[in-house]
């Protein structure tokens, strides 16, 4: 059985520490949106609801627009808060008569609750992101951040708020770059660089370029002479499908693609990175051809497990092909992949994952836990600063003087854009 709890002053000021803590570490969730929802409706729609992409527009010439007036495609993407990350601890009373030790194991919680949010966000990144950039050296520097940024320019990715994350030894890699130089710029870059090994910000066109830690790893992809499988493998946009299963439509997720492929030998994975010969990437206001093969990511695998089936890539391929006006708004690639085009891996040598971003293309959804306070538990609520909720909630038990405390935070993170996020690749072949 449970005795009635309540927190100490000693413990309501030692959370409220601790939510200072998670404040200054969520270094990751300062870097993307956070959206804020109703969290009854979230309960009733089984935490999932429909985030808007941005509508992209066309032109024409002319006076008499007669044969223009058409509805527009308004895309969605699925969003979820499908994520409780917990840090439970017991101490008895001979251990609870020691209040640093209650300090230091809930300082270890927030370390590590605030680490897990920092790494979900880089992790749907590194899904995700389907901009690509190879490099076949070691990080250097102001050139690896300037082919992103070249990258996100033809992507017509606007300057504010853009992101980018590496691993500690490129990230230093490229700091040494920067303390090489001769000059001081704005922030005393050279100088700072050289001192700290800080990359800082504004620069190549980043706001900010930050130091992890943590990288998720790509293996070299392992597809020897795969190809497309087969013509017309295109996507035509669109907000809503029939059910298989009677009149109910269901919201499409325009951001992936199913593609049928042909392998010859080895395994196709979940994160390889890929180009398609002949498939280039068009500027998504212009149209423009940039003259640079479109990179995809492969983010499932439908069948065939791995050989010769079908996998699911992202961004879908839209090629104008079937002329409809979400087909020629949402336009991202010059050509329809031909049957029997190459496949080329781009993900060579196995490699950490650094990565970089637009803020809005990636959201946190803050969850709400409704821990009942009234059956025998102490609970604790606050909220840092991004809108994410977190909970500490003590019960102590009579039968062996026990305490028992967890800190709780619930919250999904999302990529409403994988054409708006990629990854860069050092030391490839």
Partial sequence: ????????????????????????????????TVFSNDQTMMA???????????????????????????GKTQLTIP?????????????????????????????AAKQKIASDINVDVVN?????????????????????????DSLMNEQGIDYDGRYSVFGSRDYNAMAGNLASRAYVVEGQKAANAYEMATVGRQVAGFERVLKADYLARLTAAAGVTVTVNGANQFTTPKALAASPTGPLQSNVDNRLQALAITVTSGTVKVGDAFTIAGVNNVHPITKIDTGQLKTFRVVGIVSGAGGTG????????????????????????????????AITWL???????????????????????????????????????????????????????????????????????????????FNQT
Avoid at 4 to 27: H, M, P, T, Y
Avoid at 83 to 90: A, D, L
Avoid at 125 to 145: E, I
Wanted: charged share 20%; hydrophobic share 40%.
């Fill in 1 to 32: 059985m449970s005795t009635a709890n309540s927190f100490s002053k000693e413990e309501r000021i030692a959370f409220e520490n601790l939510l200072e803590g998670f404040n200054d570490q969520l270094v990751m969730s300062k870097a993307v």
């Fill in 44 to 70: 009733r729609a089984g935490d999932i609801i429909r985030r808007p992409m941005p509508y992209i527009a066309r032109s024409f010439s002319g006076l008499d627009q007669t044969a223009n007036f058409v």
């Fill in 79 to 107: 969003a979820a808060i499908d994520t409780i990350r917990s840090s439970p601890w017991v101490m008895d009373a001979t251990e609870l008569r020691d209040a640093l030790q209650e300090n230091r194991l809930g300082t």
């Fill in 124 to 148: 749907a990144v590194s899904t995700l992101g389907s901009l690509v950039v190879k490099r076949t050296v070691a990080a250097t520097g102001f050139d690896d951040l300037a082919q992103a």
């Fill in 310 to 341: 079908t996998i699911t890539i992202t961004p879908a391929i839209i090629s104008g092909q079937g002329a409809t006006d979400a087909e020629l708004a949402y336009k991202n690639c010059t050509a329809t992949p031909a049957a029997g085009a």
């Fill in 347 to 425: 993900n060579t040598v196995t490699t950490g994952v650094n990565c970089f971003w637009k803020k809005e293309s990636v959201e946190i959804l803050p969850g709400r836990l409704a821990v009942p306070s009234d059956q025998g538990m102490a609970v604790m609520r606050g909220t840092t600063d991004q809108g994410i909720e977190i909970v500490m909630a003590k019960q102590a038990h009579i039968e062996n003087y026990k305490s028992l405390y967890r800190v709780d935070a619930f919250y999904g993170v999302s990529v409403t854009n994988p054409e708006m996020c990629g990854i860069m690749l």
